[in-house]
């Protein structure tokens, strides 16, 4: 089976939806796993270091989309601005997607991935249970969200969060 992942459309994405350490164990697994040129250097991740794991890098979209048994994405689709074309019109039937599609806010995407037999994994869907816990890509980005937030937070604030003593002087710890 082969894996495709092509890289993220979205104004300002920067994430990717696997690291070449992943796709190493992902080809250890007996999956064939191809990626689009450029789809993880916004998260500093080169064409050669998936090279280096074994991952084919494919120059065309269309490429990925098309010779993929699965596509893992990390957000919905929506048009592609490089192909002129919607994302979900890429899927083929028995194709696998996997990635956040927040079916609720999306009723509509999931009546296209039906119509096009596509078998459709929402990440965001995953439940926040022990078993799931390997799986819960959602709860470990909202605690990397929450912690930016805060490390933001503490850029903009003017002064220490926490206390601090030295032989100078007392700075008092900031109340949040």
Do not use: C
Not at 22 to 47: M, N, R
Not at 70 to 88: A, F, G, M, S, T
Not at 111 to 120: F, G, Q, S
């Amino acid at each position: 089976m082969k894996i495709g992942i092509p890289k993220e459309v979205h104004a300002g994405e920067k994430r990717v939806a696997t690291t070449p350490d992943v796709a190493k164990q992902l080809i250890k697994l007996g999956f064939e796993v191809a990626i689009e040129a450029g789809a993880g250097s916004a998260a500093h991740y080169s064409d050669a270091s998936y090279v280096e794991a074994g991952v084919t890098v494919v120059k065309n979209a269309q490429e990925v989309w098309t010779d993929s048994d699965i596509i893992l994405k990390v957000r919905e689709p929506e048009l592609n601005p490089d192909l002129q074309k919607e994302e979900i019109d890429l899927l083929h039937e028995n194709q696998i997607l996997i990635t956040f599609l927040w079916p609720a806010q999306n009723p509509e995407m999931l009546k296209k991935l039906a119509e096009k037999k596509v078998t459709a994994l929402a990440m965001d869907m995953i439940p926040r249970i022990s078993r799931a816990q390997k799986l819960d890509a959602l709860s470990s980005m909202a605690n990397i969200a929450g912690y930016r937030a805060v490390v933001e937070a503490a850029q903009h604030f003017g002064r220490f969060f926490t206390g601090q003593i030295t032989a100078a002087g007392k700075v008092p710890p900031a109340k949040v």
